[in-house]
Structures are given as C-alpha cells and as structure tokens.
C-alpha cells in the first residue's frame, strides 16, 4: 500500500505559504454567512495551519462544508479547502471518529445491503419509527430526504442496453454507488447517451471512490478504497479507454482527492487523474470537434445547479452548455456555489439547518425561474434540491436521454 | 546599561542580591542582538570540537535555561546532518568532543530522521540527536526585568546615555535623555555596569575609556512556516548558513559573518540568496518556500587587536572586562557571549560588581524560576495558541487583532497599560503582532485604532502605522520576491490605494 | 479544429475589473465569451469607487480631465495614454451597468470628490456611490463605531479626520461614539458579516436606538463602509431618512463590501448576456504561429483546451498574481510568457527604502507594454500574437498606488481590448 506523503509536508500543505491574507475566500463561502459557528476558511485554513503540529485540533473544523468554494476563488493557490479537509480528518484522528460518520461513510455496504431487501428497506425509510432509528444511529434526521433503495444491481440492468457496432470510442463507465444502488436510471441513462453518441461502453470493476470516507474524517479507509480502484481502473485507462463518470463527486474523488486530500502522490495516481472524465466533458469535447450533433428538443424550463464538486473540476458546466443546445429548452442556471448538502455534510443532525439556509437563495432563483425541474450532476445535492424546492430534480444527462428517446420515437 | 538578555539578566541577578539597581535601555528591551538571533538554545554541540569550554557552559546554561525560563522555550531537540560530500571525520570528532562536554548525542538512523524531518534532503548520510532548543528572546527579557522590579530595580526603557562624569578615576554621573519627551536627567551613580551589546564601545568611550568591538553582523532569513520541527544542524565546521531553527510559527536560516561597526548593516538580496542555497542543501524546501523577511544581529565581539575579517574563528566565551584597568575604577563591562549564556554572563558580572562593591551575597538566578515558570514547568509548544483559542473561544476570530499570530484585542489592551505608549513595533516584539504572512497588513491599523483609543494623540494617530511598514520595508526589502512580493503589493493597495496614507496629515 | 467550430469567440482571462469590462465590452459587441480565472480580482480588496486620477506629478488634481493631457504628453506608454477615448466611454458602461443592478455611481471626468477612509484620510475619487460623498466642507462628523467589529476605529478616525481636511482647505469638526448592539456579539464579525446584518432593518432599528440622542449637531454619521450588501441603497437611505442626516460609508480593509457589491452588478450583467464565467484554475496561453491557438485551462487531472478566436488578457499585476517576481529578482508574465518592460529605476532596486515614498516604487510601472490597440508587444516593438490583447493592472507604465489610477486604468483598457478584440 502506498504510503501517504505525511500532511504537513507536501505542496497542499506549503500551499498556505502563498496566503496573502486577501479574505476572497471568506467572501465567497456558502456556510459562514449562515452560522456563527464557523470562523471561514481563512482561518481554518491556511492561517490555523502555521501552528499545527499534531496536536489535537480544532472541532469547529467540522463545519466546513467540503463545498470548494475558497480553493476556486483563492486568487493565490492556497489550497484552502483540501486544508480544511485534513484537519477535519486529523481532528477526528485524535479525537475519534463518530460512529455515525462511519456508518454514512459505507454508503456502499449500506447500499449493497439495502439493494438486496430493497422493499423492506424502502418501508424502513420511509415509515416514522424507521427514521427515528436511522436518526439516532447515523445521526441523520427523521426529516432529511433519503433515496429509496432499488432492486437488483445496475449491472444486470446495463447487460440489457445495445452497444453500438462499429463504435467511434470505448470508454469505462464508473457508475458510482448512487446509480449501482439507489438510481439505476440515471447509469441507464448515461450509457444509452453515451451509446446513442456512438461510444462503446464497458463496465469495469469499480469500488465505491471513498469520498464518504474522506468525509467523515476516515482517511484510512478512503486510501483501502482509493488503492482498490487505481487496481481496477489503470488497466481501462492503459488499453486506451477513458474512465467516464456521471457522478461529478465520484469523478473529482478519483482525479483530485486522492492526491491532495489523501496524499497519494506519484506517476501512477497522475495517470488515473489524467483518464477520468465526466460524461459531459466528454460529450462536450466531442460536439466541439465537430463530431457530436445534438439534434433534439426538450421542452421544459429547467434550472441546472452545477454542484460545488463540479466547479473545482475547473472546466465550466459542460451540462448546461449542452443542454442549452437543445430545442425548446427554457435554460437558466442556479449562479450559486453551493445547494448546502455537499455531499453528506447536509444529512448530519447539526448540519441540516446549515444547508436549508445555505440553499436558500438555490430555492429562491428556482422559483425566479418557474423552473418545473432542477438539474443537477450530484446525486446528494439532487436529494437536497427536491427537499428545499419541491421540485424533482434530475441529472441531466437524464433529460438528454429524454430528449434524444422522445427524439428517435418521434423519428426526428 | 543595556536591556538585552545580558543586562536584565544582571539587573536581575544584583537585585536579588540586594543591590539598587537602575536599568537604561535606549530603545525597546530586546531590542540588540537579543532581538536578533535565531532563537537557538544552544545544545553546545556546534562548539563541541573546536570550543570544549564555550560548549560545556552551553549545556550546563541550556538545562538551566530551559528549567527557569520554561514557558519561553521549546523542546524542539536538533539535528546534526551529515551530507554525502561533507568531511569524514567531522562525525567521529562531534561525537567525541559532545561526549567530553557531556552533551547527550545519539546517531540515529537516516530513516528514523527522516520520519522525524521529512523535508530533509535526499543527500542525507548520517544523522545526529542532540539535545538543542529554542528560545523566544522577549519574553525571557520581560520576565529577567520583571523579576528585577520584583526585587526593588528600577527599568527606564527609550532612555539613551547621553554622558558621564568622571573624576579622579570614578564615574560620578551618568547624563540620561528621554527619547520620547527629549528631557534630560543627571542621574548620581556609584557603580556602572555595562551590557550595552556591540555599543560597549560607545558607551566606554563616554566614560574615557578606549574599548574596541568588533560588531560581527549576521543576516538570518525567516520562512513563513515551519521547515522542520527540530534545529536542523550541518554535521561539519561550523560555518555560514549552516542551521535551520524553528522558533513559533515559522523557520529562520541562518546566518552568515561580516564585520562591521554599523548601526545600519545593509542586507543584501545575494546575502539571502546565499543563506537560502546553504539552507537548502540541508532542506531542498527552503529554496522553494515563501521567506517573510529578513533581519540581521551583531555578534557582541571584543577583540583588542582587531583585523578585519571572519570573527566567527574568535572565542565565543564572554569576557569580563575591569576599567580599574583604564584608570576607571567603579566601572565593568561585560562584553562578546551568546545568549545561551545570558544568566552566567550575568552571574559572572554580577560577582565582579559584588566583589568591588563589597557585597557579600551568592547568585540564586538558576535555583529561581522566572514568570510563568514558578506555576508551570510546561515548554511552549507550537499549537499553544490555537489551542488557546479553541479552548477559550470556541474559534471565534472576532477578536483577534493579528489573525495571523492569534493576538487578541486583550492581550493589545493589556500590553499598552503595561508599556504606556508602545510602538506597534514594541507590540510585535511581546506578542508577536505582525509578524506573520502579512506582515502587519491587517492588524496594524487595528492596532494603531485601539491605541488611538488608549492613548490619544490626536491628528498623529497613523504615526505609528507609518512608522511600523517602514520597519517592515527594511525586511522585506531584501526579499522582494515570490509570494512576499505579492504582499508588498496587496499592503500598498490597502495603505496607498484605499486609506490614502501617503497623504495622511 | 475549424475556426467556425471555437465555442466562443472572445475569451478573457482575469475576473478582475479589467477583465470584467472586457467581457461587458465583448458581450456588448454581440461576442459569444468566456471569462476564466484563477480566483476573483482585486475589486474586492478596494473601495468600490472608480479612481481615475487623483495626482499627477506630487499634485492634487481637481479633476481627472485636469491632468490627462500632461499624462498623455509625459508619457506616452502611460494605459490612458493609449486608450484615449475609452475612458470615458470604459466609465459610462460600468456606470450604466451598476445602475442596472441599482447602485449609483456618480461623478464625472470634469470632477474629482473626495472620499474619507478608515484612518481618517481623504482620498480624491471620481466615480462613486452616494453614499461615499459628503460635503466636508463645514461638517460635523459623528464617526460611529460598532463594538467588537474591529476594522472600524472611530476614535482614529476622529483624531485624523479634521486634520486631513484642513490640510485640503476644508473645515471638518469630527467626534467618535462606539455602540454595542447585541447583535454584534458573535464569534465572527467581519465587514461581510456586517454588511448582511445592515441588509436587515431589525438591526438598523437596534442602532438608530442606540444612536438616538447622540446625533447632537452632525451634520453626517460616518459608518465603515458595510451599509448593506444586497440591499445597500435601501439600508442607506433608511439609516438616512431616520436618522435625519446623510450617511457616508468609509471604505477600510479587505473584504471590500462595496467593491463585493459592484463586481456581483457586473457580474449579474454578464451573466444576462450570455457569457460564461469560470472561476478556480490556473490558465495558460499557448502559441499556434503568430496567434494564440488556445488557452489551456488547468482543470485536475488533465487540462482543458479551448480554442481562441481573440483572447484578452486581464491578469492582473503583481497582488493579482498576472506578474511575479523570480528568486532572481526578473519579472515574469504568468499566462502567455510575454516580455515584460521595467523602468530604468528598477534595474537597481524594485522598491524604495520607505513604504509610503512620495515617488512610488520602481516595480510598480513595470508590466507588459501594448500599443493603441491593446495589443502586447515584444522587446523590438511590434505586436507579438494577432489575436491577443492585454487590459488592467498587467499594464506597464503607470504607478497606481501613486496616482490612484487603478480602476480607471481597467475600465478604459478593459474596454478598449474589447472593442479590439470585436472588431
């Protein structure tokens, strides 16, 4: 196993050496704003990270919401929210980790579980007494949105889609747990997309990507699931297929946090960074060169969130520069960093009033918009979104799909 | 005369005696070399082979230093590195001559030092444990004064020698000038005891006496965050630009020798240049890394017949020096020393003047623990503050004055009722206010706002603002690079652009 | 890739004021642009206030259309120089696109106002919320402090403010008062924190009772510069209506709420017309012949190549990173590698001995030298890239802390490049 460079050491951590003391970062941070109990990134940053040394650190750490928002806007490249990540990591390492932080982590054995008695779990979810357990053991409230479990693995529903003949390119697809075992629909989706633009699709062996683990603070089990997938996928990467995924969390784990949040350095971890793509990214380069013609219609008033985890991939919302091609399609997007959920940071009991109040200004532009559906590459935030708007929301490579299916029927 | 280490060190010691005292410093205490250096308590390791006797005092001084000064010391331990390149036979020697001085010294594996230091250089071949530690010089300086007032002295800080009266082989009078308010004092004086650092010379020569120093000048780099953990030490003949010391937040290089009689040494963007390549041949990292500023300290040396050249080959030991011998008889100065070795230059002194004087009393300064030592035999540790913070606070910043070094609206409030009308420079020195990343960018005017409150002055209120970023241009000036350059900038658009002080009242 | 095929026709780099413009100036020209940059400019470092020119050779000027001929004949690199007219009409869009977004921006070229600061200073501007205008001459100014909100000093500002005025020929009688609000008691106080607290007019009621009974003879209650954030002009106004007296907000230290509120009205504005902004990574311009092929957008993992139609670059200067300084003391251009043309007085040092010198650091003129067109060019005088431009603070040839010239020298070059950039 790879042994981490030792955090106080590497370029993430000398990163705060180029701090200026600008405040950028605390201007654009969703969470200060909302609570007191957050002294910004600055502080938990760059600046709390001249005087560490091991010793135990500060808990408000916590409440940094993972979202991104000050590495984006730092004009310095201090990696301010990779350092806040490890502090929340090493303030867990000394003070221990919280057996619900543990248990939402394992959202892939809590799906694999779940997938297999699917109906009971759903009727746990979702009657009363089940959620005061759920509440109590995982710390996650009776009231926050839960996706219900969903029968049978994606695996055996993806055997079912057609591939294409003679197809342009072969790519990895990296489902993610959320589509293995919760929506399978948007794994559907995705490959029939990906199929209809002529790209051949595999699916490899894959491992949850850890970004639960990291988290919650548990660092070493992020690097087990981390070593298991550089296994599994290096070999999809080398025989010439790019690793594509739908969740921008998955893929932003895989290419970025395993480096400068979990300190795995080296040629290898640059390769897999460098195979990992977002379906859109990719849909988007193809249309770019000429060899994608999105030629279909929507007609629906859809607000597109691009999630805090899809900005840090600094390459702009591919999503909705497609979206926005299609017919009929009333466009508008969120302009907010942050919806609030950030991942599993919103579903913990003294972080759900955090991200209602984070989300707000999300609810208000959706309803500025008469938005009828909200779009959105992250799976947590799209549970979040319908809970704060009421309004379903969906990844858009779902209402692509819809568009290009209504397309072909109508033969267009 | 003099409120460095030395100074209040013997202040201190002759009051516990039972003497009178009256300490002048010209300026702000610590305010020499004490102020300074690189904040290395010596193991007495680097002397071991060249200088037994300078290295046994040091070890002798740093066990008693780190017992009675506690809260102002760390235990960072050190490093001796021995590079692929360096000679051979430094090891063998090092080992030999620690043993002899009895400082405790293990080789430990290259891997066990690189577990501790992880910075440290590929080219590493051996590795040397030795037990060094760093000290923060004001501190130390304010709780040696404060003990002194304990014990009946009196401390007359921002006070320069202006003159003295001697007659019939005594000294009289000393003439004293208050800086602030430039009125002067005659002040009767039955014995003069000089500390004055590298300004022995002058004050001697006040008093008729011809006493020649030898400032040796020495740069010393500070990095913006710790480099290492432990005093990284170069295994071979002590030499320039050979230690990296962690002292708080941050990492100083040091340090090179020229002399020079200068108030005003001239630090040069090679000099730096210089430090920062030796410093990395020991950690590649320092090449790399942001340096915050630059400062350079005279070594006190006493050499009567002096060449110009390297003063680092001169011993190291103190010397105390009688002007009985130059026809002034109740006149001592106490020249040359480093600050490891304040409290028995002092206690050597202070025999001296108690011998003259006829006083029979013993030096009780090692047995007694200094400030916050008497509750706490507890060392600083870096996270302190923070920790502080967290405990106290809960990390709220509202209150904070210096985000980056953690300095509360309290402790500013408390330090100005204690110190009348500090400079802000006064302020970084106690608290370290301004000495982090910015430079003073933020808590300056919020420092020179709480002061205004304190102690009005009415339309020059910025005065002390104006005053501090001059101070900081003299560090900052010699690395005008990177990320500092970037600072300079970020300061000037706060200070010029936005509050318009370049055209304050 | 064919030309038709470029997703954008315009692409700027920089988030700051200049690259703002330039994309307001795109977008305007019908362009299909792309705004990237590493992090936000330094709009939110300052006063929200357009300075043009306040002093031309150590003197005090009136008025910004006062000194331009002499800047324009005593050196010819200066940016206003070169950019001529669009100034003025750099001024106009940005006036009009805050007015949009309901933040006035008053003043013109014919006039410069002066503005008091945090320490009590006075500080000549030409574009600027009302807010930031009082008539000094004659005043009584309560400075009002806010308990625990420490980048506020009243007592300091008291102290100076009087004596900044005499020394300009104005009479200004000014007395400090700190309230304590319970509002204010929370760990983290910030101008932001403040600003969004000022948005709230239960908390402007919890003041105006604090402040009732202490006007005395104010004739203005001067605030730091935090009155309101999403709602400023109404919080203002209100302060104002019930307090029976003007408001002048302060501008202090970073976080900048004014400079926040105005790059959010362009920003908004930007975003109406179509253009797309990315914030968070690093850039690069790579060379394809005599243009610039693409910018290589330094996305994790592996980077994002876009193609370029016309690019603008709007870096920034030394804070912003668009230049730095090597180990060796040489300047370095950080997106497209262009020379960079430093003054005679920087072959020695790069900044003077005291921080606050009457003649301004020699580093500061440094920057990359363009023609009348924006364009950069190279070390023998001729453009270096066809289709590439260069606006704001990465210009050489103007000392902005000296002249206090920053944010007009970005709108009219910003806007320039953008007309270039359509054309």
Same mark, same amino acid.
């Given at each position: 196993?790879?042994?981490?460079?030792?955090?106080?050491?590497?370029?993430?951590?000398?990163?705060?050496?180029?701090?200026?003391?600008?405040?950028?970062?605390?201007?654009?941070?969703?969470?200060?704003?909302?609570?007191?109990?957050?002294?910004?990134?600055?502080?938990?940053?760059?600046?709390?990270?001249?005087?560490?040394?091991?010793?135990?650190?500060?808990?408000?750490?916590?409440?940094?919401?993972?979202?991104?928002?000050?590495?984006?806007?730092?004009?310095?490249?201090?990696?301010?929210?990779?350092?806040?990540?490890?502090?929340?990591?090493?303030?867990?390492?000394?003070?221990?980790?919280?057996?619900?932080?543990?248990?939402?982590?394992?959202?892939?054995?809590?799906?694999?579980?779940?997938?297999?008695?699917?109906?009971?779990?759903?009727?746990?979810?979702?009657?009363?007494?089940?959620?005061?357990?759920?509440?109590?053991?995982?710390?996650?409230?009776?009231?926050?949105?839960?996706?219900?479990?969903?029968?049978?693995?994606?695996?055996?529903?993806?055997?079912?889609?057609?591939?294409?003949?003679?197809?342009?390119?072969?790519?990895?697809?990296?489902?993610?747990?959320?589509?293995?075992?919760?929506?399978?629909?948007?794994?559907?989706?995705?490959?029939?997309? &990906?199929?209809?633009?002529?790209?051949?699709?595999?699916?490899?062996?894959?491992?949850?990507?850890?970004?639960?683990?990291?988290?919650?603070?548990?660092?070493?089990?992020?690097?087990?699931?981390?070593?298991?997938?550089?296994?599994?996928? &290096?070999?999809?990467?080398?025989?010439?297929?790019?690793?594509?995924?739908?969740?921008?969390?998955?893929?932003?784990?895989?290419?970025?946090?395993?480096?400068?949040?979990?300190?795995?350095?080296?040629?290898?971890?640059?390769?897999?960074?460098?195979?990992?793509?977002?379906?859109?990214?990719?849909?988007?380069?193809?249309?770019?060169?000429?060899?994608?013609?999105?030629?279909?219609?929507?007609?629906?008033?859809?607000?597109?969130?691009?999630?805090?985890?899809?900005?840090?991939?600094?390459?702009?919302?591919?999503?909705?520069?497609?979206?926005?091609?299609?017919?009929?399609?009333?466009?508008?997007?969120?302009?907010?960093?942050?919806?609030?959920?950030?991942?599993?940071?919103?579903?913990?009991?003294?972080?759900?009033?955090?991200?209602?109040?984070?989300?707000?200004?999300?609810?208000?532009?959706?309803?500025?918009?008469?938005?009828?559906?909200?779009?959105?590459?992250?799976?947590?935030?799209?549970?979040?979104?319908?809970?704060?708007?009421?309004?379903?929301?969906?990844?858009?490579?779902?209402?692509?799909?819809?568009?290009?299916?209504?397309?072909?029927?109508?033969?267009? | 005369?003099?409120?460095?280490?030395?100074?209040?060190?013997?202040?201190?010691?002759?009051?516990?005696?039972?003497?009178?005292?009256?300490?002048?410093?010209?300026?702000?205490?610590?305010?020499?070399?004490?102020?300074?250096?690189?904040?290395?308590?010596?193991?007495?390791?680097?002397?071991?082979?060249?200088?037994?006797?300078?290295?046994?005092?040091?070890?002798?001084?740093?066990?008693?230093?780190?017992?009675?000064?506690?809260?102002?010391?760390?235990?960072?331990?050190?490093?001796?590195?021995?590079?692929?390149?360096?000679?051979?036979?430094?090891?063998?020697?090092?080992?030999?001559?620690?043993?002899?001085?009895?400082?405790?010294?293990?080789?430990?594996?290259?891997?066990?030092?690189?577990?501790?230091?992880?910075?440290?250089?590929?080219?590493?071949?051996?590795?040397?444990?030795?037990?060094?530690?760093?000290?923060?010089?004001?501190?130390?300086? *304010?709780?040696?004064?404060?003990?002194?007032?304990?014990?009946?002295?009196?401390?007359?800080?921002?006070?320069?020698?202006?003159?003295?009266?001697?007659?019939?082989?005594?000294?009289?009078?000393?003439?004293?000038?208050?800086?602030?308010?430039?009125?002067?004092?005659?002040?009767?004086?039955?014995?003069?005891?000089?500390? *004055?650092?590298?300004?022995?010379?002058?004050?001697?020569?006040?008093?008729?006496?011809?006493?020649?120093?030898?400032?040796?000048?020495?740069?010393?780099?500070?990095?913006?965050?710790?480099?290492?953990?432990?005093?990284?030490?170069?295994?071979?003949?002590?030499?320039?630009?050979?230690?990296?010391? =962690?002292?708080?937040?941050?990492?100083?290089?040091?340090?090179?020798?020229?002399?020079?009689?200068?108030?005003?040494?001239?630090?040069?963007?090679?000099?730096?240049?210089?430090?920062?390549?030796?410093?990395?041949?020991?950690?590649?990292?320092?090449?790399?890394?942001?340096?915050?500023?630059?400062?350079?300290?005279?070594?006190?040396?006493?050499? =009567?017949?002096?060449?110009?050249?390297?003063?680092?080959?001169?011993?190291?030991?103190?010397?105390?020096?009688?002007?009985?011998?130059?026809?002034?008889?109740?006149?001592?100065?106490?020249?040359?020393?480093?600050?490891?070795?304040?409290?028995?230059?002092?206690?050597?002194?202070?025999?001296?003047?108690?011998?003259?004087?006829?006083?029979?009393?013993?030096?009780?300064?090692?047995?007694?623990?200094?400030?916050?030592?008497?509750?706490?035999?507890?060392?600083?540790?870096?996270?302190?503050?923070?920790?502080?913070?967290?405990?106290?606070?809960?990390?709220?910043?509202?209150?904070?004055?210096?985000?980056?070094?953690?300095?509360?609206?309290?402790?500013?409030?408390?330090?100005?009722?204690?110190?009348?009308?500090?400079?802000?420079?006064?302020?970084?020195?106690?608290?370290?206010?301004?000495?982090?990343?910015?430079?003073?960018?933020?808590?300056?005017?919020?420092?020179?706002?709480?002061?205004?409150?304190?102690?009005?002055?009415?339309?020059?209120?910025?005065?002390?603002?104006?005053?501090?970023?001059?101070?900081?241009?003299?560090?900052?000036? =010699?690395?005008?690079?990177?990320?500092? *350059?970037?600072?300079?900038?970020?300061?000037?658009?706060?200070?010029?652009?936005?509050? *318009?002080?370049?055209?304050?009242? | 890739?064919?030309?038709?095929?470029?997703?954008?026709?315009?692409?700027?780099?920089?988030?700051?004021?200049?690259?703002?413009?330039?994309?307001?100036?795109?977008?305007?020209?019908?362009?299909?642009?792309?705004?990237?940059?590493?992090?936000?400019?330094?709009?939110?470092?300052?006063?929200?206030?357009? %300075?043009?020119?306040?002093?031309?050779?150590?003197?005090?000027?009136?008025?910004?259309?006062?000194?331009?001929?002499?800047?324009?004949?005593?050196?010819?690199?200066?940016?206003?120089?070169?950019?001529?007219?669009?100034?003025?009409?750099?001024?106009?869009?940005?006036?009009?696109?805050?007015?949009?977004?309901?933040?006035?921006? %008053?003043?013109?070229?014919?006039?410069?106002?002066?503005?008091?600061?945090?320490?009590?200073?006075?500080?000549?501007?030409?574009?600027?919320?009302?807010?930031?205008?009082?008539?000094?001459?004659?005043?009584?100014?309560?400075?009002?402090?806010?308990?625990?909100?420490?980048?506020?000093?009243?007592?300091?500002?008291?102290?100076?403010?009087?004596?900044?005025? /005499?020394?300009?020929?104005?009479?200004?009688? /000014?007395?400090?008062?700190?309230?304590?609000?319970?509002?204010?008691?929370?760990?983290?106080?910030?101008?932001?924190?403040?600003?969004?607290?000022?948005?709230?007019?239960?908390?402007?009621?919890?003041?105006?009772?604090?402040?009732?009974?202490?006007?005395? %003879?104010?004739?203005?209650?001067?605030?730091?510069?935090?009155?309101?954030?999403?709602?400023?002009?109404?919080?203002?106004?209100?302060?104002?209506?019930?307090?029976?007296?003007?408001?002048?907000?302060?501008?202090?230290?970073?976080?900048?709420?004014?400079?926040?509120?105005?790059?959010?009205?362009?920003?908004?504005?930007?975003?109406? /017309?179509?253009?797309?902004?990315?914030?968070?990574?690093?850039?690069?311009?790579?060379?394809?012949?005599?243009?610039?092929?693409? @910018?290589?957008?330094?996305?994790?993992?592996?980077?994002?190549?876009?193609?370029?139609?016309?690019?603008?670059?709007?870096?920034?200067?030394?804070?912003?990173?668009?230049?730095?300084?090597?180990?060796?003391?040489?300047?370095?251009?950080? @997106?497209?590698?262009?020379?960079?043309?430093?003054?005679?007085?920087?072959?020695?040092?790069? @900044?003077?001995?005291?921080?606050?010198?009457?003649?301004?650091?020699?580093?500061?003129? /440094?920057?990359?030298?363009? %023609?009348?067109?924006?364009?950069?060019?190279?070390?023998?005088?001729?453009?270096?890239?066809?289709?590439?431009?260069?606006?704001?603070?990465?210009?050489?040839?103007?000392?902005?802390? @000296?002249?206090?010239?920053?944010?007009?020298?970005?709108?009219?070059?910003?806007?320039?490049?953008?007309?270039?950039?359509?054309?």
């Amino acid at each position: 196993m790879s042994e981490p460079i030792l955090f106080n050491v590497d370029e993430v951590a000398l990163s705060a050496d180029r701090c200026i003391k600008c405040n950028v970062c605390n201007t654009v941070c969703p969470v200060l704003p909302v609570t007191d109990l957050f002294p910004g990134p600055k502080y938990c940053g760059p600046q709390a990270q001249r005087f560490r040394s091991g010793h135990p650190v500060e808990t408000w750490v916590d409440y940094c919401s993972g979202c991104g928002a000050c590495s984006r806007a730092c004009p310095s490249g201090v990696r301010v929210a990779e350092l806040n990540a490890r502090a929340r990591a090493r303030m867990f390492e000394q003070r221990g980790i919280p057996l619900k932080n543990r248990l939402l982590s394992r959202s892939e054995t809590l799906g694999r579980m779940g997938s297999k008695a699917a109906p009971l779990a759903n009727f746990g979810l979702n009657f009363g007494p089940g959620r005061v357990v759920v509440e109590r053991i995982l710390g996650v409230p009776r009231e926050a949105p839960l996706p219900s479990f969903s029968q049978g693995s994606f695996r055996r529903r993806f055997r079912r889609i057609p591939q294409p003949e003679r197809p342009s390119l072969r790519v990895g697809y990296f489902c993610g747990c959320t589509t293995n075992y919760y929506e399978p629909r948007v794994g559907e989706a995705a490959v029939r997309v &990906l199929t209809r633009a002529g790209i051949g699709v595999e699916l490899p062996e894959q491992h949850c990507c850890g970004l639960p683990f990291i988290s919650n603070g548990d660092f070493k089990g992020a690097r087990k699931l981390a070593e298991a997938n550089l296994k599994a996928l &290096l070999p999809v990467i080398r025989s010439g297929k790019r690793v594509v995924a739908t969740s921008t969390s998955c893929s932003l784990t895989l290419k970025h946090e395993y480096r400068e949040v979990l300190g795995l350095y080296g040629p290898e971890w640059e390769e897999l960074a460098a195979g990992v793509y977002d379906a859109f990214e990719l849909l988007r380069e193809l249309a770019w060169q000429g060899e994608l013609e999105l030629d279909a219609t929507l007609t629906q008033r859809v607000l597109y969130h691009g999630p805090c985890q899809l900005r840090s991939h600094g390459f702009g919302f591919p999503a909705a520069d497609l979206l926005g091609t299609l017919g009929g399609i009333e466009l508008a997007e969120s302009g907010v960093e942050c919806c609030g959920s950030a991942g599993t940071y919103g579903f913990k009991g003294d972080k759900r009033e955090i991200a209602f109040r984070v989300g707000q200004p999300l609810a208000a532009r959706a309803k500025e918009h008469r938005a009828e559906v909200v779009a959105c590459d992250s799976e947590t935030c799209r549970w979040h979104i319908q809970q704060l708007t009421g309004l379903p929301a969906r990844h858009p490579i779902e209402l692509l799909d819809d568009a290009w299916s209504q397309a072909e029927r109508t033969g267009d | 005369m003099g409120g460095g280490a030395t100074g209040a060190g013997l202040t201190r010691d002759l009051a516990m005696r039972g003497l009178r005292c009256l300490l002048v410093e010209q300026s702000d205490l610590a305010h020499g070399t004490t102020g300074h250096f690189h904040g290395l308590l010596h193991s007495g390791a680097r002397y071991a082979v060249r200088d037994a006797e300078a290295a046994d005092e040091c070890i002798v001084e740093n066990r008693i230093v780190r017992r009675i000064a506690a809260p102002h010391v760390e235990d960072t331990g050190g490093l001796f590195c021995w590079l692929e390149g360096d000679p051979d036979d430094y090891p063998g020697q090092l080992v030999a001559g620690c043993q002899k001085a009895g400082i405790e010294i293990e080789e430990i594996s290259v891997a066990e030092a690189r577990r501790r230091e992880p910075l440290l250089t590929p080219r590493l071949g051996r590795a040397f444990a030795v037990p060094d530690a760093t000290v923060e010089p004001w501190g130390l300086v *304010a709780d040696n004064a404060e003990s002194a007032v304990d014990h009946g002295a009196s401390i007359r800080r921002y006070t320069r020698l202006v003159g003295l009266g001697v007659e019939a082989g005594r000294v009289l009078w000393a003439d004293l000038e208050d800086i602030g308010s430039g009125e002067r004092e005659r002040v009767e004086v039955n014995f003069l005891a000089s500390a *004055a650092g590298y300004w022995a010379g002058r004050v001697a020569s006040l008093a008729g006496v011809k006493l020649q120093m030898a400032p040796g000048w020495g740069t010393m780099v500070v990095m913006n965050q710790r480099l290492s953990s432990s005093v990284v030490n170069r295994c071979r003949p002590p030499g320039d630009g050979d230690i990296l010391v =962690p002292v708080g937040p941050v990492s100083i290089l040091g340090t090179t020798d020229t002399t020079l009689d200068t108030d005003n040494y001239e630090i040069t963007p090679e000099e730096v240049r210089f430090i920062v390549t030796e410093g990395a041949a020991m950690v590649p990292a320092a090449a790399e890394r942001r340096a915050l500023r630059v400062f350079a300290g005279a070594r006190p040396l006493y050499d =009567p017949g002096h060449q110009h050249g390297e003063s680092r080959t001169l011993s190291r030991s103190h010397m105390v020096l009688d002007h009985a011998n130059d026809g002034v008889d109740n006149f001592i100065s106490i020249v040359g020393g480093k600050l490891t070795t304040y409290r028995l230059m002092a206690e050597h002194t202070a025999d001296a003047v108690c011998a003259k004087l006829g006083v029979d009393a013993r030096c009780r300064t090692a047995e007694e623990p200094l400030g916050e030592a008497r509750k706490t035999p507890r060392h600083y540790s870096l996270g302190d503050r923070l920790t502080a913070r967290e405990q106290e606070a809960g990390g709220a910043d509202a209150d904070l004055v210096c985000e980056c070094e953690l300095v509360t609206r309290d402790m500013v409030r408390e330090f100005i009722e204690s110190f009348g009308t500090p400079h802000i420079d006064d302020m970084l020195r106690a608290l370290r206010l301004g000495m982090g990343p910015c430079q003073g960018a933020f808590c300056m005017l919020r420092a020179a706002g709480i002061l205004e409150r304190m102690r009005p002055s009415g339309a020059a209120a910025l005065e002390p603002i104006r005053l501090f970023l001059d101070e900081r241009m003299k560090g900052d000036r =010699p690395i005008m690079w990177g990320d500092q *350059a970037r600072q300079f900038r970020l300061n000037e658009i706060i200070y010029r652009d936005v509050l *318009a002080l370049d055209h304050a009242p | 890739m064919p030309p038709d095929r470029a997703p954008y026709d315009v692409v700027v780099v920089g988030l700051g004021l200049a690259g703002l413009m330039a994309g307001l100036g795109a977008t305007s020209g019908g362009a299909r642009t792309l705004l990237v940059g590493k992090g936000h400019g330094t709009l939110r470092f300052r006063s929200g206030t357009i %300075d043009v020119l306040g002093y031309w050779n150590d003197r005090s000027l009136g008025s910004p259309a006062e000194g331009l001929p002499a800047v324009a004949a005593e050196r010819p690199n200066h940016p206003y120089a070169l950019a001529g007219e669009d100034l003025g009409s750099g001024l106009e869009a940005i006036r009009t696109t805050a007015g949009a977004a309901g933040l006035d921006l %008053d003043g013109s070229l014919e006039a410069n106002r002066m503005v008091a600061t945090a320490a009590g200073t006075m500080r000549p501007t030409c574009l600027a919320p009302p807010t930031m205008r009082a008539d000094w001459d004659g005043a009584h100014v309560l400075v009002v402090g806010l308990a625990g909100y420490r980048d506020f000093q009243a007592d300091l500002v008291a102290s100076v403010l009087p004596a900044a005025g /005499a020394k300009l020929g104005l009479e200004v009688e /000014a007395r400090a008062a700190t309230v304590d609000l319970p509002s204010l008691h929370r760990h983290h106080l910030s101008g932001l924190e403040l600003a969004r607290l000022f948005d709230q007019s239960a908390f402007r009621r919890e003041l105006l009772a604090a402040l009732r009974g202490t006007l005395g %003879d104010a004739t203005v209650v001067a605030l730091p510069a935090v009155v309101g954030l999403e709602h400023a002009p109404e919080a203002a106004d209100d302060l104002a209506r019930q307090l029976g007296v003007p408001v002048a907000e302060l501008p202090t230290l970073p976080p900048s709420v004014p400079g926040l509120r105005l790059e959010l009205a362009i920003t908004a504005a930007l975003r109406r /017309a179509g253009a797309r902004l990315q914030v968070g990574t690093f850039v690069r311009a790579i060379p394809q012949g005599g243009r610039i092929g693409w @910018v290589e957008i330094q996305s994790p993992g592996h980077p994002l190549r876009v193609p370029v139609g016309r690019m603008v670059l709007a870096s920034g200067g030394l804070a912003s990173g668009g230049l730095e300084v090597r180990l060796d003391g040489t300047l370095r251009e950080t @997106v497209a590698e262009l020379p960079v043309w430093l003054p005679e007085s920087a072959q020695g040092a790069l @900044v003077g001995r005291s921080f606050l010198e009457s003649s301004g650091h020699p580093v500061s003129l /440094a920057g990359v030298q363009v %023609d009348g067109a924006m364009r950069p060019l190279g070390r023998e005088g001729s453009p270096l890239y066809e289709n590439l431009f260069a606006a704001g603070g990465l210009l050489a040839g103007a000392d902005r802390a @000296v002249e206090k010239s920053a944010d007009g020298i970005c709108c009219a070059t910003g806007w320039r490049a953008a007309q270039e950039a359509v054309a």
